[in-house]
């Protein structure tokens, strides 16, 4: 479901005029087949607490399009033309806030342009060149309105319809905005009829085969996801079946939740075949060690030529044995392992 | 090119100013300072594919900076110069895509102030030392070279310098004003190359490696001094053959002795540069990499893995015919 937002009822006008609004909230929420009209009145802080109480209010919302009027900073940018925002940014009080927002890159015939949202109206041709260098185009909500998103990440567009090109005659642009507001909401219903029919694709959920045998735990599902994910890069031309023996350990006696964990080692062992490699082979050098009840660590980061051993001895039999197998242990193999000796 | 240039007013009339604008054809936005703009909000990485804006000014403050330790030949004291920011080629393992908060293109023009900087450097040199400054440290040196138009200023400096040693560092073809130059032994003109496999999956928009080498092959043919970066390597499954094979279609075109030096560097990234990475490559590759994400924040290979590449391309390097002596680990120590 759509949420279209506007600052004023004017910019909306010809939405009401097209599309079967159905008053939901006073004046200021509208429903319509597919999704929502707030208008959100201006400034930062009015549409910062209407878009995120409506976002709260209606989980079903998967888009964000604000749809409004804007000025240009862009000396080549025309009155009445619509604007895709690339990016939107913040200015308070003549200070630009780090902060910035990425709409989403819609293939749409218009120019592409960053906004800045401003908590002044700029109205001088002096303004407009001070604020030039951050964007093209300036308004007064759109930064509030990805700020709400801000949560949500939900993905936003906004197309914006120039309204005025900053200079000595701006005073009077309230007035002459208002008394164009058909025109130019007739040209963001346009540029939004554009778009209608662009929906999202929803997210590819993660498929393995036999996936009802296994059990993934919350953390193991994402874990399964990036894994897959990966194992799709790494290789490209091969099923995920072709890569894992998924029969054997369906069929093998392991609980739901060990198979699954078997099916993340085998993904582990296909992304990592350095480290896994790296590891048996210190597994194998070490198991006399081992076998006599010590337990021997690495660096987990093969940065360093260190063996860590830890073990408790009762009687001085152990002592001997643990002795024999310290003795017999390959040092210099386990550096070279551990130094990276081998051919790549 | 650029979507709009802004130049500060102060350089407004400086002659490389002009030039770098006549070379352009475009009418700049003055503004007061550079710092008032540049980076002060945060500009997606990937908006410089379509929305590509050029800043002229001053560099302010310290010009040379001292290298980190393993930057270049051991022995003697590296220092980098910050002539411009941001580069053009857009490569997925780059670190300027978390550095500065914007793509936008800085050029700096008061070389002088850069060159006066060296000069006091040189002079508190040890006479048995040789002090390098390297250009291209937040930029490519070469790239854009025929429009910031100051490599003949270095030139003269560096004759002027003979003890001191200059490097121009590139991933472009663009040798256009190294080869209007009269040879100089401290000036090196030194090239980042990969195998042809990773440099068309992840060097977007660099020139491929065959076009590099010939450009190197001219410098060479007139004498210009010249360096490899093997670096960033990174893991395959082929890589020993696949520098085999770059290593041969250089020595078809250079003889392999003829290198300054030749540097290696396995791929490594700080905590910012791979969220950039993970952001605005989703799909690439680098992501399924083995890497360690230690908690001093560098991700890396592991030490065994680092190790085993470089000394595997080391040795490579040696039986290929490259001066043993001037191989040298990039940031390893």
Known sequence: MQLLTFAHRGEAKAFFEHLELEAIDGNTLYKFTDGLVLIMGEGVFDPLSKVSKVLALYPEISEIINLGVAGALNPNLNKDEVIQVRSSYLELEGNPQFHSFTMRNRDLPFKKEDCLTSSRRVLSKEQAQKLLPFAGIVDRELWAVARANKENKLPMTSLKVISDIPSEESEQICQVVKESALKLSTALYNAWSQIDGDQLQPEEKVSIPYFDQFHFTRSMSSTLQKRCHQLEIKFPDNKLEELIDFNSIVESEMRPKEKAIQILDEMNRLINPYRISVEERLKKLTHGLTSTGLTCSFDPHLEKSNLHIKGTFSNPNELKKVSEQLSKFDFEKMKSILEGDDRV | ?333
């Open chain 2, 1 to 333: 090119m650029f979507e709009k240039v802004f130049v500060e007013t102060a350089v407004k009339d400086h002659p490389r100013t002009l030039h770098i604008l006549n070379k352009l054809k475009s009418d700049p936005v003055l503004i007061g300072s550079i710092e008032d703009y540049f980076g002060r909000v945060r500009k997606p990485y990937l908006q410089k594919r379509d929305n590509l804006n050029l800043f002229i000014g001053n560099k302010k403050g310290q010009t040379v900076k001292e290298a980190p330790n393993a930057y270049g030949l051991a022995g003697d004291p590296h220092f980098y110069f910050v002539h411009s920011y941001n580069c053009i080629y857009e490569c997925e393992y780059c670190y300027l895509q978390g550095y500065f908060n914007s793509p936008d293109l800085v050029f700096f023009v008061n070389h002088e102030d850069m060159a006066k900087e060296m000069e006091l450097i040189i002079s508190k040199t040890p006479k048995d030392k040789t002090p390098w400054f390297h250009a291209g440290e937040f930029s490519d040196s070469l790239a854009l070279s025929h429009i910031t138009g100051e490599i003949s200023f270095y030139f003269d400096f560096f004759k002027a310098h003979p003890n001191a040693k200059l490097e121009f560092r590139t991933k472009s073809a663009n040798t256009r004003e190294i080869e209007k130059m009269s040879p100089l032994s401290n000036v090196i003109t030194t090239f980042s190359l990969s195998p042809q496999e990773r440099t068309l999956k992840t060097d977007k928009s660099c020139p491929p490696a065959s076009t590099r080498i010939l450009s190197m092959q001219k410098l060479y043919k007139a004498g210009h001094p010249l360096g490899l970066h093997f670096d960033p390597i990174i893991h395959t499954n082929n890589l020993y053959e696949e520098y085999e094979q770059l290593i041969d279609d250089i020595s078809e075109k250079i003889p392999l002795e003829y290198f300054e030096y030749v540097s290696l560097g396995v791929v490594r990234f700080t905590k910012d540069v791979y969220r950039q990475v993970q952001l605005n490559y989703p799909n690439s590759d680098l992501l399924t990499e083995e890497f360690i994400k230690p908690e001093d924040g560098k991700i890396r290979y592991p030490g065994s893995l680092r190790k085993n590449i470089l000394k595997s391309i080391q040795k490579l390097c040696i039986e290929k015919g490259f001066v043993e002596d001037k191989v040298y680990l990039c940031m390893e120590e």
